[in-house]
């Protein structure tokens, strides 16, 4: 059994009467990328085949991050080592490090050189459980982007998706690069509609394991859930407000599905909208001060934006269908699954919040749905059917350059990024 859309699942639960966007719409590689120099790691101890293996192994992790930040390109070979040869060799920066493993720890000392001036920009001494090797990796990608372009680095996050290989829908995670895909639920039920709080620390989800789709808060760290909302009918989570306390929630309780917000200090809720029909798939603004969500009041599902505040409204899109928004983190822009006519395949599009500028990303390889922002607004997560099954890719917010997360058994679907 294929996992529904939650409108189609909405449609078919209701009752029978009823910021500082940098990309823009270029993509992670609109800006123009600098090159970094990137010798071998250098062992502690050169004797030690153990030192050198873990430098090959964070080496080659820490190239990929660099790569796939679209930031940078990497050389790898210069005249000599000195930094003044890495600046013909076209390099920008100089990233050079030692590497060591002791028992069961590695450590890795770094040191990025502006190849110009010769200055410093970073130096910094990491030390990890072995185990956890590619977690190290990922955290000196982050600081290396951090410190040369002022943004955020993604290397250390997750996605959450859901995934039939075991006979049943369960949660799993994975890293941004498709590595350490790991099963955390073992419920035996559809579980669905993942949905990551903002530190990082939770997932809300919707599963059937106790017979009604009821709402659940997942702890990562301890591996185990609490329930959240179990009214009777649909409780799915739609996102988190910015601050973490808060979850827009669509809920039928037997009736037509609504969005309510559930603050998560003392489970109380608020009813949202009070649409005859179907109102569903709630997204926080950045600022949590607004919320885009789909909606039939208008004949076919569209994109609609309510202040909060106020509960003003207004439509986005005027497509023949739209289903699962998501708000960039920037702000600017909310991603969205839909088609602009009853026989095209459903594609995932951005709209504007002012809804004047309507993007399509996708078309038509295979179904494209559920889009889901990285944490900086640069790249989508989705689900697509291009390759046969379903499955989650990556692609640049431009909608270039898109490739599966990971070759997972069995069929994946909802996507989340994590923060």
């Known amino acids: 059994m294929n996992i529904p859309s939650l409108l189609t699942l909405l449609l078919l639960a209701a009752p029978a009467t009823a910021a500082d966007v940098y990309i823009g719409v270029e993509g992670a590689k609109g800006a123009a990328k600098r090159a970094i120099g990137l010798p071998l790691f250098v062992p502690e101890t050169p004797q030690k085949a153990e030192d050198a293996a873990a430098g090959e192994q964070l080496r080659e992790v820490l190239r990929s991050d660099l790569l796939y930040s679209r930031y940078f390109d990497v050389i790898e070979k210069a005249a000599d080592e000195g930094p003044e040869a890495w600046k013909t060799a076209g390099a920008a920066f100089l990233l050079s490090a030692k590497s060591a493993r002791v028992q069961d720890v590695v450590t890795l000392s770094v040191k990025v050189t502006d190849t110009a001036s010769g200055e410093a920009l970073l130096e910094r001494y990491y030390r990890q459980n072995a185990q956890y090797w590619r977690t190290l990796a990922h955290k000196v990608a982050d600081d290396v982007v951090r410190q040369?372009?002022?943004?955020?680095?993604?290397?250390?996050?997750?996605?959450?998706?859901?995934n039939d290989q075991s006979g049943s829908k369960e949660l799993?995670?994975?890293?941004?690069?498709?590595?350490?895909?790991?099963?955390?639920?073992?419920?035996?039920?559809i579980t669905m509609f993942p949905r990551w709080s903002p530190d990082g620390k939770h997932i809300a989800f919707t599963s059937y394991k106790d017979g009604n789709p009821d709402l659940y808060l997942f702890s990562v760290e301890k591996g185990s859930a609490r329930t959240?909302?179990?009214?009777?009918?649909?409780?799915?989570?739609?996102?988190?407000?910015?601050?973490?306390?808060?979850?827009?929630?669509?809920?039928?309780?037997?009736?037509?599905?609504?969005?309510?917000?559930?603050t998560l200090s003392d489970g109380s809720v608020k009813k949202v909208t009070s649409?005859?029909?179907?109102?569903?798939?709630?997204?926080?603004?950045?600022?949590?001060?607004?919320?885009?969500?789909?909606?039939?009041?208008?004949?076919?599902?569209?994109?609609?934006?309510?202040?909060?505040?106020?509960?003003?409204v207004k439509r986005l899109t005027r497509l023949n269908w739209c289903?699962?928004?998501?708000?960039?983190?920037?702000g600017e822009w909310i991603a969205f699954s839909g088609r602009a006519n009853p026989k095209d395949k459903m594609d995932i599009f951005l709209v504007d919040v002012t809804g004047t500028r309507l993007i399509q990303l996708t078309h038509g390889e295979g179904s494209n749905e559920e889009?889901?922002?990285?944490?900086?607004?640069?790249?989508?997560?989705?689900?697509?059917?291009?390759a046969g099954r379903k499955q989650v890719?990556?692609?640049?917010a431009d909608g270039s350059a898109p490739h599966p997360l990971a070759d997972v058994p069995g069929n994946s679907s909802t996507p989340n990024w994590g923060p």
Do not use: C
């Open 172 to 189: 799993y995670l994975a890293d941004y690069d498709g590595e350490s895909v790991r099963r955390v639920t073992g419920y035996k039920a």
């Open 148 to 162: 040369l372009t002022g943004r955020p680095g993604i290397a250390h996050t997750q996605l959450a998706f859901i």
């Open 371 to 386: 889009p889901s922002w990285s944490p900086d607004s640069r790249f989508l997560s989705f689900t697509s059917t291009r």
């Open 275 to 312: 649409h005859f029909g179907v109102d569903s798939s709630p997204t926080f603004s950045p600022d949590g001060e607004q919320i885009a969500f789909i909606s039939d009041r208008a004949g076919n599902p569209q994109i609609h934006v309510q202040e909060l505040s106020t509960g003003r």
């Open 323 to 330: 289903d699962s928004p998501s708000w960039a983190p920037s």
């Open 228 to 262: 959240l909302s179990e009214r009777q009918g649909l409780n799915i989570a739609g996102g988190f407000s910015p601050d973490g306390g808060r979850i827009a929630v669509t809920i039928s309780a037997q009736k037509n599905p609504n969005i309510h917000i559930l």
């Open 393 to 396: 890719f990556l692609m640049d």
